[in-house]
């Protein structure tokens, strides 16, 4: 079974950055999905990105494009969010997933619209953004 530890959260201020790190163990094979999703108080949980197909093939909700990088070192069985000009919006719990066997189009449904088909779920790390 996979396991995964979140880690890097932390505060700061409007248009600052961080790096999430998701250390995943169990992994072998190319068809790992693996993804960031956040929660903030009194909302629902979120996809924020996920990666798959060999860390080749990533996705990412609308709100997120073009500051948030999510990438993969294969050798560490590591997984990155980096997360650029931060916005209090993106203030919530972030949690990293992940599963084996899923193709690109199932990893990317999972993130969009059934989280729960990820099976292996991190304790999540606090990201908060001040104004």
């Known amino acids: 079974q996979v396991q995964v530890v979140e880690s890097g959260g932390g505060s700061v201020q409007a248009g600052g950055s961080l790096r999430l790190s998701c250390a995943a163990s169990g992994f072998t094979g190319r068809n790992n999905c693996v993804g960031w999703f956040r929660q903030a108080p009194g909302k629902e949980r979120e996809g924020v990105a996920v990666?798959?197909?060999?860390?080749?093939?990533?996705y990412y909700t609308d709100s997120v494009k073009g500051r948030f990088t999510i990438s993969r070192d294969s050798a560490k069985n590591t997984v990155y969010l980096q997360m650029n000009n931060l916005k209090p919006e993106d203030t919530a719990m972030y949690y990293c997933?992940?599963?084996?066997?899923?193709?690109?189009?199932?990893?990317?449904?999972?993130?969009?619209?059934?989280?729960?088909?990820?099976?292996?779920w991190g304790q999540g790390t606090q990201v908060t953004v001040s104004s």
């Open positions: 997933a992940a599963d084996r066997n899923f193709t690109p189009a199932g990893c990317i449904e999972a993130m969009r619209a059934n989280p729960d088909l990820l099976l292996s």
């Open positions: 990666i798959v197909g060999g860390g080749t093939i990533t």
